[in-house]
């Protein structure tokens, strides 16, 4: 069964990031929060490293997984993905260390940054104008500053929140970029990965992580990556994210900022219920 829930999620992170640009970590968290919790020897600052680690592991493989697909479309900006994506890997990388080496960010400060971008996402995806794809962002007309602030943002994001950065960057592309929806979320997706590799490179060999245990004896782990967990979410996510992406070619806009701010929703209750 745990096996079965395990490829579903996969399966369903790997279609969401591919049709709305969020890398899948709002399905991969719960889960894998849920999973580490159940183990009473972790403390909550393991089971934030644990849940971060795997999590940025998984946003990776969908990015990834995203950029192949976009090049085979035609679609992949690699000047725009480059500007946003080498300062979010900088802050990215830089935070990840931060939480590594200090016992500073609990579980309860984990839950509230998570549910602060998920707010920020909701307000957006409602209350946001609505552009036209052919419509010109507004980094054609002042440059890569912006990039450049959307980038360490987001690499904020993923280091603290274990998304994949796309929970806030589809709403800033939108909101300070001026982008279209569609381009918002291609976007995002494509920076994914360069937003991902450095703490996963940290998690998973840079780290003294406590060595699991379950009923069958040894877990197998690099550190922080538990591959018994990892690989059938990462299977689910290959096979699903470059089916998303197809669909979100054929989605109404509107539809998919219903399904973003109804996810978005969906994760913000169940957040508030964990933390009272």
Not at 13 to 38: M, N, Q, Y
Not at 118 to 134: A, C, D, L
Not at 176 to 182: D, F, G, Q
């Amino acid at each position: 069964m745990e096996l079965l829930i395990l490829l579903l999620s996969g399966c369903v992170g790997g279609f969401l990031a591919g049709l709305l640009g969020v890398g899948g970590g709002l399905i991969f968290i719960p889960i894998l929060t849920w999973l580490f919790t159940s183990d009473p020897s972790l403390t909550n600052e393991d089971i934030v490293r644990f849940t971060l680690a795997n999590s940025i592991g998984l946003v990776f493989i969908s990015g990834t997984s995203g950029i192949y697909r976009q090049i085979k479309m035609g679609i992949y900006d690699l000047q725009k993905s480059l500007t946003v994506g080498i300062p979010g890997a900088f802050s990215a990388a830089i935070l990840s260390y931060a939480i590594q080496n200090g016992n500073w960010y609990s579980k309860e400060r984990f839950q509230w940054v998570f549910l602060a971008f998920v707010i920020i996402s909701i307000g957006n995806m409602i209350f946001g104008k609505n552009r036209e794809e052919n419509e010109t962002d507004s980094t054609e007309k002042n440059g890569i500053a912006l990039r450049i602030l959307v980038g360490i943002l987001a690499g904020t994001v993923v280091s603290l929140s274990g998304l994949g950065g796309g929970i806030i960057m589809v709403p800033l592309f939108r909101m300070i970029l001026k982008m279209p929806l569609r381009k918002a979320t291609a976007l995002s997706l494509s920076i994914v990965p360069l937003l991902s590799i450095f703490p996963i490179v940290q998690y998973s060999i840079g780290s003294d992580a406590p060595n699991l245990l379950d009923i069958h004896g040894p877990i197998i782990q690099s550190e922080y990556i538990i591959w018994s967990y990892y690989l059938p979410m990462a299977i689910g996510v290959i096979i699903f994210s470059s089916f998303g992406q197809k669909t979100a070619q054929k989605t109404p806009v509107i539809l998919i900022r219903a399904i973003f701010a109804l996810l978005s929703a969906f994760i913000l209750i169940k957040t508030l219920y964990e933390i009272f």
